[in-house]
Nanobody, 118 residues
Framework: VLLQASGGGLVQAGGSLRLSCAAS????????MGWFRQAPGKEREFIGR????????VYPDSVKGRFTISRENAKNTVYLQMNSLKPEDTAVYYC????????????WGRGTLVTVSS
């Protein structure tokens, strides 16, 4: 199973980026998927998740109203639309799939770096 995040890059503050996370090896159309980030020297931070059909999303206050998660089950892909980016959003962004009842995510992707310049 492979989760491949892409779409990272350098953007100016106030700008937008859309990250994609494509899964291969199995389908996650019945599973929640999520996004996390880790800034240099900081712990990994949860930044949102989406349920299996896209009907429910959860975001922390740090990104609520700026970030939107969506998914296309036909493509086995989840997206993270990031608007109004701030320098403090600079981090490596990771996707995760298949949320267990104990709160652990069973699958993790390689990250993609987002750098927001001021």
């Amino acid at each position: 199973v492979l989760l491949q995040a892409s779409g990272g890059g350098l953007v100016q503050a106030g700008g937008s980026l859309r990250l994609s996370c494509a899964a291969s090896g199995r389908t996650f159309s019945s599973n929640a998927m999520g996004w996390f980030r880790q800034a240099p020297g900081k712990e990994r931070e949860f930044i949102g998740r989406i349920n299996w059909n896209g009907g429910s999303t959860v975001y922390p206050d740090s990104v609520k109203g700026r970030f939107t998660i969506s998914r296309e089950n036909a493509k086995n892909t989840v997206y993270l639309q990031m608007n109004s980016l701030k320098p403090e959003d600079t981090a490596v962004y990771y996707c995760a799939a298949d949320l267990a009842v104990n709160g652990d995510w069973r699958y993790w992707g390689r990250g993609t770096l987002v750098t927001v310049s001021s």
